[in-house]
RNA sequence: GUGGGCGUGGCGGAAUGGUAGACGCAACGGACUUAAAAUCCGUUGGGAGAAAUCCCGUGAGGGUUCAAGUCCCUCCGCCCGCACCA
């Protein structure tokens, strides 16, 4: 593959076929892409969110991991110790759906899946390092996982509580929230429950604080993430107080009842409080009143999904309880149960203030409770609300009304003197709350990694110690009966209590894969090491300076990631809090769809164009060309990665998916771009065979410009990821060659080579080759530039008059405004435009714009 | 419902508040060819005009500015996340 001598010229096509697969031989051959620590050079650790493996790659993989191996390539040829590992997400449901339905192994599955999609991806030519290849299912990854949670156990960052989750009745399973359609599970078809288990919880919430406020120094973050992240965590400042609550007899309760406000000046527009279905209170008014059960029941069934409960319309049930106004005598607050409160945010009970808040308006209007403004801009005493709850709170504009001794004051003081009041009456207190909340790991599953943990009925909860590790999945499993397998295994969990010996019973619920994904660039510093991360391959390997993936896992993967890596210092695993300097999120694929008069999606493979209109190729039925979206299987609308790289090539796929379109924004696959691609491959081709024909090396100094420019512009748009804009630099290089006669290229192609080498490797590799040049484009370094080339000495300066364009004209870089002037005045098109008129104002922005001001 | 994002020619898109439409695709015209494909050259936001040139134009409407695709406000449309999909 080093031979010196130039291959002969050829006007043959350029072969991916047999080009690809000798280029990544030769890759491998020379293990170029495995990372060794090395202290004597800068490291770089660019990192794809790995792959659940599905069986088979999709697009968005081509996307994402085209991207990172860019990245890695680029990082590589400037010098940077380069680690790009793979590794699997490899637990999860969907191999259990397929023992399920197929009767296959989870296990089995899996692992074909991954040597499938190891295959396909080694066909893109990646620069991967595969000695360090994971699987999360593989139990040398998870025992690690179990070690860690013991760790944390010990270190007070495990709890174990009753939560809910969503339970079909008839399959006598635990449902995932995508398994509930419209309140019903998606394979028995019935009414979805809530049910409440015992169940692991990590404590995230008590870094709530760090999180948020970390949040400011990852700057190299997408603005929207943290901001996704900030508003997820949700710290708010608000009051904690509690209402003397009476029955409707007039008879004073025992008990207080407690709610969380970040409204309390709102208090004297108080009309209601209203309770989670799921608040102590109204459990136990439930036993007693079948139509409160009946309430809970109804709310039961919008399973447990927050978007669920906040689609659905705003209902309540009164509880025959009146809330006493803490600073008006007479007021009476009507207590609710309602559908809108969560009892897993602050104290699961509010008080209801219509006019200043939209579901409280909507709940009040539809139970006729008085709407009492008691905020308004200043300057009105009274407003109208109708159907749109008045949220303005800001600065000094807006003021409260009908509030007694805060009439008049501003938001923000309105709020300190109630609580100062309130904690005056011992009724309450200020409360920092968190909209985030605990981090519930288990899973009633058989495919993940199992809790190591034992339950015995002396000892209770007992940890396996570390020298019971890995607790292994069993294999013999069955999946004729609904449940967790786990627990309908004969032996598996029956085992000895470690701390009393007598017969227990093993936990059987098993982890979250966000707990898998939570550290496995951790591993990848040191894949094969016998403690879960080795501190001195973590302390040169991390954090990761590069992270791509998709912007659906913007907050939980990324927040939990975060969660992890303070979990792992605190327990001595790992030295830094952030895991990820820099982020970038991609965009999806999309593709149209097609689908015919029986309304069934069809695969754009099978569908054809003739004479203008879509029709099914194989049956010649007419189609119906659907909305441009993300790429799916219900939809169909899938095109197969390995089907394009067979067809034409993996760096035509590559190319494509980096050109046109930005990378964080969603790119429509088209078969016409891809012919685009595949097109500009053969015409790189025959500029390098002509470059290979005319070995001399006179540039231009026109062509040498152009060759630094792009260096530096491709440069900095791949430090920047702005692909698509390297990309239209490159096809601009490649035009100037092309116009150049050929005894002046020579120079110019060798630097387009290695330019478009991160995007389409082999066919760097074969031009490199052809051009005759000594050793692999991938061992070569990035090209240089001369600053002194990026200047030009002329420049064109468009003339406006009155801000529009009426001129341009070619001069000095350089010129002062009194230079300027003179030049610009007498030209035909400005004495024209102008007609006589004075001018008022001559403004230039030096070698841009020259902009007359004159009277319209 | 709620949090976040996006919107520019026929299409994908480019544009530190400073010449809107770089670059690519498609289309059209031409060269080459017996012919087609491929390739090469040229044209291509809309409108008026013989031309010079002028008017309009970045989802809609307002505003700030000498100057707005870019900044501010209101609205419309589409997309993503919502804690057990990964």
Known sequence: MNSKSPAPVSIERYNHRTAEPKWQKAWADAAVFEAKEDASRPKYYVLEMFPYPSGRIHMGH????????????????????????????AFGMPAENAAIERGVHPKGWTYSNIEAMKGQLKSMGLSLDWSREIATCDPGYYMHEQAMFLDF??????????SQVNWDPVDQTVLANEQVIDGRGWRSGAIVEKRELAQWFLKITAYADDLLKALDGLDKWPEKVRLMQKNWIGRSEGMRFSFAVEDETGKLRDERLTVYTTRHDTIFGASFCALS???????????????????????????????????????GVFLGLYARHPFSKDVMLPVYAANFVLMGYGEGAIFGCPAHDQRDLD?????KLPVLPVVAPKGEANITIGTEAFTDTEGDNVVLVNSSFLDGLSVDKAKEEIARRMEEMSIGERRVNFRLRDWGVSRQRYWGCPIPVIHCKACGIVPVPHSGLPVQLPEDVTFDKPGNPLLHHPTWRHVKCPSCGEAAERETDTFDTFIDSSW?????????????????????????????????HAILHLLYSRFYARAMMKTGHLHLKEPFESLFTQGMVVHETFSNAAGEWVLPAEAQQVDGKWVHTATGEPLTVGGIEKMSKSKRNVVDPETIIAAYGADTARWFMLSDTPPERDIEWTSLGAEGAWRFIQRIWRIVGEGAAEPGDAMSPELK???????????????????????ARIYELANAISAAPPPERRGAVETLVLLFAPMMPHLAEECWWTLGMPGLVVTTPWPKYDPALLVDDEVTMAIQINGKRRDEIKVAKGLKKEELEPLVMVRDAVVRSLDGKPVKKFIVVPDRIVNIVCAP
């Open 520 to 552: 496995y660039f951790a591993r990848f510093c040191s894949p094969h090491a016998t403690s879960p991360v080795d501190e001195k391959a973590a302390r040169y390997w991390m954090g990761v300076d590069q992270y791509i993936g998709g912007v659906e």
């Open 62 to 89: 081509v996307r994402n991991y085209t991207m990172g191996d860019v990245l890695a390539r680029f990082r590589r040829a400037c010098g940077y110790n380069v680690l790009h590992p793979m590794g699997w997400d």
């Open 153 to 162: 156990m010990e270190a007070g960052l495990v709890e174990r509580r009753v």
């Open 363 to 367: 709940f009040a209007r539809k139970y």
């Open 705 to 727: 410009k152009s060759v630094h420019k792009t260096i530096a512009a491709v440069t900095d748009d791949l430090e920047g990821l702005r692909f698509n804009r390297a990309i």
């Open 277 to 315: 279905a799921d608040h102590p209170l109204v459990k136990e008014i439930a036993a007693k009143r079948p139509d409160v059960e009946a309430f809970r029941r109804e709310v039961a069934a919008l399973g447990t999904s927050e978007e669920s409960i906040e689609k659905a319309e705003k209902k």
